[in-house]
């Protein structure tokens, strides 16, 4: 392990919250959250520090969320404008460094090594990163700086909200040691249960332990958490990280029988999904359904395409299919994704002698997909990148299937 510190962890603050009350400045000081209507069902997707005082927290169903803040500001959600947040908030950090590892719309690692001469060391870096953004945007960052990414991400949380962290080689064990056995990426309720029956409870207990009795307590993530208690973690910040799914859900306000307008909602996710791989140069190969019942039981069905595609009307006809056997009934949410996803510039062998009859969505192709020859598909490809860049300079709502237009327009 270096034990100069060349890795950032930049976690906005509040991210969403936080733009919303950027753009609505009578709302500071208030405590805010973005998240869904409790008398729909709603769930907080993000919470200002304000709102946090009071219990409320991400992934809380709202309707806990007004009982336990009941002046709590609540706001829907504009997933579009907290990605063009995101995009400004990414390209500052490409500003400095290359090698960038987004792991959300808010949150990224960076690797400043080799960038000290044009802009100083990591904790220059950092507080550059830190006052363009509040410039930029208007927005607050937390920062960790680290010899490791285990580290860095364990910096930035420690001075929250606006904090800038730094740790030191010879400071590893002083930051350490006194923390709880939760901070520990890959220490979760069970494990931490388990620790704790041992009598350990702080990293530093941990980190005491021989690596080869936790190795026999735990197995290979007894080595893993050993490791990250005295600091050590390999991982290098991956700028290629790889994406292993898109997808979108949706829980009803009200239970919903009619298959007819599931299926209609269904092609919407899928078109939103679709709409999202090709903005981020993707495409997947298998789709799965998602259904939940008013009793809460989940079922999911998935098909593996023959062929990569990220077009709405593909995924959907393989969707259509899984979503056929889902078993009749209210259904309460109802979801689909994408996975087994590529650039879309990965080069694939051809068929030699091809003559445009195979399919070109695989299964979903062969029981529902109209087969279409490579000509077409490249046509339909470039129509839709075409009303990809119009969507989003004018809305989403500009270009949209015809089913799906006048649905709403009938409503």
Request: net charge positive; with cysteine.
């Amino acid at each position: 392990m270096s034990g100069t510190p060349s890795i950032l962890h930049v976690d906005m603050d509040a991210f969403y919250a936080s733009v919303e009350v950027r753009d609505l400045p009578e709302l500071a000081g208030q405590p805010v959250a973005v998240g869904g209507e409790a008398e729909r069902r709603g769930v907080i997707a993000a919470a200002s520090y304000e709102a946090r005082a009071f219990g409320v927290h991400s992934a809380m169903p709202t309707v806990t969320a007004r009982r336990l803040c009941p002046n709590l500001v609540l706001l829907p959600p504009n997933f579009e404008k907290y990605t063009q947040v995101s995009r400004q908030i990414m390209s500052i950090f490409r500003s400095y460094t290359p090698v960038v590892e987004p792991l959300s719309l808010d949150e990224a690692f960076l690797d400043t090594s080799g960038c000290e001469r044009l802009h100083g060391d990591a904790i220059e870096i950092g507080r550059a990163i830190r006052r363009d953004i509040l410039r930029e945007t208007g927005l607050v960052a937390s920062i960790g700086v680290a010899p490791t990414k285990f580290l860095a991400k364990l910096a930035s949380d420690l001075d929250k909200p606006d904090g800038f962290r730094v740790i030191l080689e010879h400071q590893i064990r002083s930051v350490l040691d006194p923390l709880p056995v939760e901070k520990i990426f890959g220490v979760g309720r069970s494990t931490a249960k388990r620790l704790h029956s041992l009598g350990i409870r702080t990293i530093g207990e941990l980190a005491g332990l021989e690596r080869d009795d936790v190795v026999r307590r735990f197995g290979s993530s007894g080595a893993w958490i050993h490791d990250l208690a005295h600091g050590i973690d390999a991982r290098r910040v991956n700028p290629r990280r790889p994406e292993k799914s898109r997808g979108m859900e949706r829980t009803f306000a009200e239970d919903i029988s009619d298959r007819d307008q599931l299926k209609r909602l269904l092609y919407e996710y899928c078109e939103e999904v679709a709409f999202d791989l090709r903005d981020r140069g993707l495409q997947g190969k298998t789709i799965a359904v998602k259904a939940r019942t008013p009793s809460f039981k989940t079922i999911t069905r998935s098909r593996t395409l023959d062929r990569h595609t990220n077009l709405g009307a593909r995924i959907y006809a393989t969707a259509r299919e899984l979503f056929d056997r889902v078993p009749g009934g209210p259904l309460r949410l109802l979801g689909v994704q994408v996975s087994g996803l590529e650039d879309v510039r990965t080069a694939h062998q051809g068929v030699l002698f091809d003559d445009g009859s195979a399919p070109l969505g695989g299964e979903g192709a062969a029981s529902g997909d109209s087969p279409e020859k490579p000509g077409k598909e490249r046509r339909l490809r470039r129509a839709m990148l075409g009303a990809d860049r119009l969507r989003k300079k004018y809305g989403k709502r500009l270009v949209q299937p015809g089913s799906l237009v006048s649905d709403r327009d009938r409503t």
